[in-house]
Nanobody, 122 residues
Framework: QVQLVESGGGLVQAGGSLRLSCAAS????????MGWFRQAPGKQREFVAA????????HYADSVKGRFTISRDNAKNMAYLQMNSLKPEDTAVYYC???????????????WGQGTQVTVSS
């Protein structure tokens, strides 16, 4: 089992930045790929970014490419999502997820956090 807790969400103006953190506990963190997903009201959960355990492969959704950066610190059992140039359409609940394999689809991840709200005002 892996327990995940997100933090760092909040209210920010368009063009601003936020850094989300995901703290992991339980099984060895560096055995797992990590993903970030988001879900806006009335919409399906969508992929944002994912990183392998060794950080040798990273994928981003086209909508965030060039603005968001995913990273991890295996020594601290932490994953991060740096979000720059935020837009109102980035408003959503953001979730981190973990799995033994590297996926970009929500249904394939076994472990999930509770989510953190990000609101971008125009």
């Amino acid at each position: 089992q892996v327990q995940l807790v997100e933090s760092g969400g909040g209210l920010v103006q368009a063009g601003g930045s936020l850094r989300l953190s995901c703290a992991a506990s339980g099984r060895t963190f560096n055995n797992y790929a990590m993903g970030w997903f988001r879900q806006a009201p009335g919409k399906q959960r969508e992929f944002v970014a994912a990183i392998t355990w060794s950080a040798d492969e990273i994928h981003y959704a086209d909508s965030v490419k060039g603005r968001f950066t995913i990273s991890r610190d295996n020594a601290k059992n932490m994953a991060y999502l740096q979000m720059n140039s935020l837009k109102p359409e980035d408003t959503a609940v953001y979730y981190c997820a973990a799995d033994s394999f590297f996926w970009t689809t929500a249904r394939d991840y076994h472990y999930w956090g509770q989510g953190t709200q990000v609101t971008v005002s125009s």
